[in-house]
């Protein structure tokens, strides 16, 4: 009885010290570490060669003074711009939020005391990339170097940050469980999915913000919302499109039954008819998207299907 009780005891603290964990257990932090600092290094230049290389005129490097370089930086000008160059700001602040969240992850420790220390740190990092290839973009025209895209990337930036230290306490976790076969590697999967389907939804994420975008959007709505997608194409790959559009929202019909697997197949439906009528719904509010009624009406029918036994 004793020792049974020893045995329980030690095994308490083991597991509470971090002692009985196996090597490949008690190294994650510094092995996450440089995963993270490796993708975070290859995003880096990822976004350096988008920058500085892809574009209309290519690679068109034109000698510039480096002092000269650096006062026009300096002077770099805040542009007055419409709702027409909303998609690119938006496309900025996208582009560096993965950044902030990567490079979060190379620098994020195992206690929490220094857990803002981090943050503060990634955060530099990402705002003097920015500040480094806005420089080098000058030598590169006709790159537009404008405070308006210097606050977007540096939004990006937070936006990453934050999410990481918001996500880090199941993140880690949620990987683990990815790695490992069974339900929860599936839920974690159509969870994931779920949010990249909502995002291609609303991409580019311009919302009208004004009154008059919104006057405009609403006199364009009813349309809209009776189009289907395809306009102009023969009436079977419109079609095709249709049951495509319609086949992407099956995964979500499987995270409602992974979520809770004593609901009907009818409660689902109307679970997925509610979820799609609020992404139709915030679709009518993005400018360049395209809201259609029958996503909301005929897509959850169809998810429902995919209840797993």
């Known amino acids: 009885m004793h020792e049974r009780s020893d045995g329980a005891r030690n095994s308490y603290l083991a597991h509470s010290t971090g002692l009985g964990l196996l090597p490949a257990d008690r190294r994650p932090a510094l092995y996450r570490r440089g995963r993270f600092a490796g993708w975070a290094i290859a995003y880096a230049l990822a976004i350096a ?11 068109n490097f034109v000698p510039l003074d480096p002092n000269v370089a650096w006062r026009q930086l300096l002077a770099t000008p805040y542009l007055l711009s419409g709702s027409d160059q909303r998609p690119d700001w938006m496309a900025n602040l996208l582009m560096l939020a993965p950044l902030g969240f990567v490079v979060t992850g190379a620098f994020w420790p ?10 503060g740190a990634a955060l530099c990092c990402c705002l003097f990339l920015v500040i480094v290839i806005k ?21 990006g930036s937070l ?5 990481f230290w918001a996500s880090s306490d199941r993140l880690f976790p949620a990987l683990r469980g990815v790695s490992r076969p069974g339900r929860r590697a599936l839920l974690i999967a159509c ?3 779920a949010v990249a389907l909502l995002l291609f939804y609303l991409f580019s994420l311009d919302f009208a913000l004004s009154a008059e975008d919104l006057r405009e959007r609403a006199a364009a709505v009813p349309n809209l919302l009776l189009s289907w997608p395809g306009e102009g194409r023969s009436t079977p790959l419109r079609v095709l499109v249709v049951l495509a559009d319609t086949a992407a929202t099956i995964p979500l019909g499987a995270l ?6 004593r609901r009907s197949l009818f409660m689902i439906a109307v679970t997925g008819f509610a979820m799609m009528s609020v992404v139709t719904i915030l679709t009518m509010l993005v400018l360049t998207a395209t809201p259609h009624l029958w996503r909301s009406s005929i897509a959850p029918w169809a998810s429902s299907s995919a209840r797993p036994c």
């Open 256 to 261: 409602l039954a992974l979520k809770s697997r």
């Open 49 to 59: 060669y988008v920058s500085l290389v892809v574009g209309p005129a290519g690679f």
């Open 135 to 155: 420089y080098l973009q000058l030598f590169f025209p006709p790159r537009t170097v404008s405070l308006n895209y210097i606050e977007a990337q540096s939004l």
């Open 159 to 163: 936006l990453g940050v934050v999410l």
């Open 110 to 119: 195992r206690g929490r005391r220094l857990r803002w220390l981090a943050a």
């Open 191 to 193: 969870g994931v999915y």
